[in-house]
């Protein structure tokens, strides 16, 4: 199987050193491709939309981390795994603490990753970043004692005398693939709750956010313990010889396309997954809002929020033909006093990761049927990887920008006569990972949450819903499966192991063969919930 990354066709001809911690050391990985041709498909996901396939000129050295090496690790971790030293309560905290330590420690090494990636600001990349890995490690570790006690509950009638009780037990063997464009936090969280669940754990992050890969891939070294947590670097060959293996479960942060390729490696194995995919976010925005509050919180979920890269960004906004003009010119002003009159002057806001995004949302703003419909902004800077602030307005259903998600700082807003109209055009798209509603009308709100399909859903507000721990975060249909965050994350890690406690005592001849008509009284007896029969047949006090 080949896995098609953009970030490995940035250059026409490159050397790529990988360097991963392994168990008895460090790997170095060395793999070299010369493209002579690149073509283009549509087998990559939007926003990793790089549409490359290999053509039959390539040269490709192998790669020191091959299908071999991938076993070896799996293998050694496994050892580790079946010893049963990750099922302590201490090794887990060891763990987590160290997690906690290297975050305080390394924060400014963190900020400069994050900056030589993607130009965050410092305080978004705190924020987005430190703040949420640390706030996910802190909460482990208060909770970590209550979520790994057995969880009792009640038995039967039928089972009497008996306890019972719910023991979470870790998976086993891990695999995190984590993404670009939160690469710290979007790392760290799932490996945080790997770990809390007891299991050993392999993380791939984003070789597009290279430098942010290389440090996490040497702060594990340094703050982790080797035998158990491991991170590998590199690119297709090396994710592809990872997905060749057999895991317990796989947790994968990305696109839609590249998820059904995880799962369909999973599939061969029975493995379990987690996919956080994504969608295009739709903001539903009412004519009885705060208007000024409103455009402050999309503009969060939007613009602030890594530049629109987020999975959760606001991707379109609906509104009344009647309001749209007002929520405009709201918008602009908040736009302008936020990141100032000259849009591309501002250091407050991210630039796009790579070339390859830039020219892709340049594409879905030059498309002939949307390129007449900017309100406001679209300049854009190459050099710089930046592209402004950009409000388009009544695009076509049918054209591109509608149909894929943007994952960059453009927003669509489509107006509709009655705002309960745009339940139907937000659910004939697939379903998103996050839907956001502004009203101050409880019905719209009620009719809102019970006939739209999202992952999750922020009522007046936009992406506030991620940092709430008691929330499960996850996606459904194309958004993707499973959940994560806070105890969710820890569950999504453990196998939930049912066990029934009986004694000796109580031991009826009901249940047991010949069936006689005494015993089928007895038996309806006790189907019909008469407690007094019930309880004389389970102590065996009637006789045939």
């Not at 991963?20 to 793999?31: E, I």
């Not at 990636?117 to 705190?126: C, I, N, R, T, V």
């Not at 947590?229 to 990872?242: K, N």
């Not at 008691?470 to 066990?499: Q, R």
């Amino acid at each position: 199987m080949m896995i098609v990354s953009p970030g490995l066709f940035k250059h026409p001809s490159r050397s790529y050193s990988i360097v991963g911690v392994g168990l008895l050391g460090t790997f170095t990985y060395c793999h070299k491709y010369k493209i002579n041709r690149v073509s283009f498909s549509s087998f990559i996901p939007s926003y990793y939309h790089c549409h490359a396939t290999l053509s039959t000129m390539m040269e490709e050295v192998k790669p020191e981390f091959d299908s071999d090496k991938a076993a070896v690790l799996v293998n050694e971790l496994r050892k580790t795994f079946n010893s049963g030293k990750t099922k302590s309560y201490e090794w887990r905290i060891s763990q987590l603490e160290s997690i906690s330590k290297m975050i305080d420690e390394k924060e400014k090494e963190i900020v400069e990753a994050l900056r030589k990636d993607l130009s965050k600001p410092e305080l978004e990349a705190f924020l987005s970043e430190i703040l949420m890995a640390r706030s996910s490690c802190k909460l482990a570790l208060k909770e970590l004692k209550q979520w790994m006690m057995p969880q009792k509950v009640e038995t039967s009638l039928a089972t009497y005398p008996s306890s019972a009780e719910i023991v979470a037990e870790p998976l086993g063997v891990v695999l995190v693939i984590s993404t670009w464009n939160f690469p710290f936090s979007l790392s760290l969280d799932p490996v945080i709750g790997a770990i809390a669940a007891g299991n050993a754990v392999v993380l791939k992050p984003s070789e597009i956010a290279s430098a942010t890969s290389s440090l996490l891939s040497r702060l594990v070294g340094e703050y982790m313990d080797k035998s158990a947590i491991i991170v590998v670097e590199g690119a297709v060959a090396e994710t592809s010889a990872l997905l060749e293996q057999k895991w317990d479960k796989i947790f994968f942060t990305g696109g839609a396309r590249v998820g059904r390729i995880v799962m369909a490696a999973a599939a061969k194995n029975l493995t379990p997954v987690t996919l956080e995919l994504g969608g295009k976010c739709p903001a539903v925005v009412d004519s009885n809002v705060n208007l000024q509050v409103t455009s402050r919180r999309i503009v969060a979920g939007k613009w602030v929020c890594n530049n629109g890269q987020a999975c959760i960004s606001v991707d379109y906004i609906i509104t009344t033909k009647e309001l749209a003009p007002k929520l405009i010119a709201t918008l602009v002003s908040v736009v302008e006093e936020i990141f100032g009159k000259d849009l591309m002057e501002s250091k407050e806001r991210s630039r796009i990761i790579n070339s390859f995004h830039f020219k892709r949302l340049v594409n879905l703003l030059e498309e002939d049927k949307v390129s007449n419909k900017i309100v406001f902004g679209g300049q854009r800077e190459e050099s710089q990887l930046q592209i402004a602030p950009t409000i388009l307005l009544d695009v076509p259903e049918d054209s591109m920008i509608m149909q894929e998600e943007i994952f960059g700082p453009l927003l669509p807003i489509i107006t509709v006569e009655r705002l309960e109209d745009s339940f139907a055009m937000i659910n004939r798209k697939p379903k998103p990972l996050a839907a956001y509603l502004f009203s101050d009308d409880e019905q719209i709100k009620r009719k809102f949450v019970q006939n739209i399909y999202a992952g999750g859903m922020a009522i007046n507000d936009t992406i506030l819903q991620v940092t709430v721990p008691t929330l499960p975060f996850g996606g459904v249909g194309e958004s993707g499966m499973g959940s994560y965050h806070g105890k969710f994350s820890f569950d999504a890690f453990s196998h939930k192991k049912a066990v029934l406690y009986r004694s000796f005592a109580g031991d009826s001849p009901t249940r047991y063969p010949p069936y006689t008509p005494g015993k089928k009284k007895q038996i309806k007896a006790l189907l019909s919930g008469k407690l007094l029969n019930i309880m004389l047949a389970l102590l065996g006090f009637y006789k045939d």
